[in-house]
């Protein structure tokens, strides 16, 4: 049967798909346009499926705070290209959409199902790579970023109140955490075996120096105490020296913050986003 142009590009436009694979999937079809945009459908998932495999390591970081909870999610694609597409954008935000209607926490297979369409039209890998929900309870600032490159975001909620100093001090956290990306929160959070292999590194650097081979043990230990506790400052968050103000930790911070607020404040919430990662 005769296909008519005004159907293959009808179905183009519908589908996404090449005009002659529009063509094609017409005539096997009969013409019947709904049967050709599913057949077109079929193989466009049976080509993602072989795709699957391909690195996706671009890709955006989408926020949005709907009520007294904060969605975050990470949309991960193979090319910087894809990234900056107004579709692979659009998708974002319907993602975050069916996360707020769905009250979902995790990525789901709600969300896994919406980039079937655009994977198929954009033929590159896409992936949900994570889902995180925050819940800001009462009485308490929280604040989010996202870095201009999509790439880097934070969350950071504070307890204890809601006045509009601790609000900005929530944001400056944020933007904290995006500048210097700390590895840790609080000293609490340093995994013994990464102390310990830093402990190691720094003693074979002390046995290497000449200097220190006159030096009694007792002072090599506190030289060693010392070492060990900068490089916690300098990889704990709250230890670092804070983003507006290199005088103070972050920590020292949250106490001047809390006087001026006239509260006690303490984090909720301290959350690094960083693409891939």
């Known amino acids: 049967m005769e296909i008519k142009a ?48 391909r690195a996706t390591s671009e890709g955006r970081i989408f926020v949005r705070q709907n ?15 894809v990234a900056k597409n107004a579709d692979f954008i659009a998708l974002g935000e319907k993602l975050l959409d069916v996360t707020f ?28 790579k994570s889902v995180n929900v925050f819940e800001v309870p009462a009485g308490c600032a929280a604040a989010t970023y996202v870095h201009s490159d999509f790439k880097t975001g934070a969350c950071v909620i504070v307890k204890g109140s809601d006045a509009d100093v601790v609000k900005q001090f929530a944001y400056d956290c944020c933007l904290h955490l995006a500048a210097f990306t700390p590895e840790y929160i609080t000293k609490e959070d340093v995994p013994e075996s990464f ?36 490089l916690l400052a300098e990889n704990c968050f709250v230890d670092q020296m804070f983003v507006k103000d290199d005088k103070v930790s972050v920590a020292t911070k949250l106490g001047q913050v809390g006087k001026e607020a006239g509260a006690e404040l303490a984090f909720a919430t301290t959350k690094l986003f960083v693409l891939g990662k």
Do not use: W, Y
């Not at 969605?71 to 290209?81: G, K, P, S």
């Open 6 to 53: 005004s159907d293959v590009k009808e179905l183009r436009e519908a589908t996404g798909a090449g005009l002659m694979e529009c063509k094609k999937a017409l005539t096997e079809c009969n013409g019947d346009k709904a049967e050709a945009a599913k057949l077109l459908k079929e193989k466009g998932l049976a080509a993602v499926e072989k795709r699957a495999e």
């Open 67 to 81: 009520g007294n909870k904060i969605a975050f999610i990470e949309l991960t694609c193979e090319t910087d290209f």
């Open 195 to 230: 102390i310990n292999e830093q402990k190691d590194i720094f003693k074979a650097q002390m046995d290497n120096d000449p200097k220190m081979a006159s030096k009694p043990d007792n002072v090599k230990e506190g030289i060693l105490a010392g070492k060990i506790k900068k």
């Open 101 to 128: 209607e769905k009250n979902l926490t995790e990525v789901s297979d709600e969300h896994k199902k919406l980039l079937e369409d655009l994977q198929i039209k954009i033929r590159e890998n896409m992936a949900v």
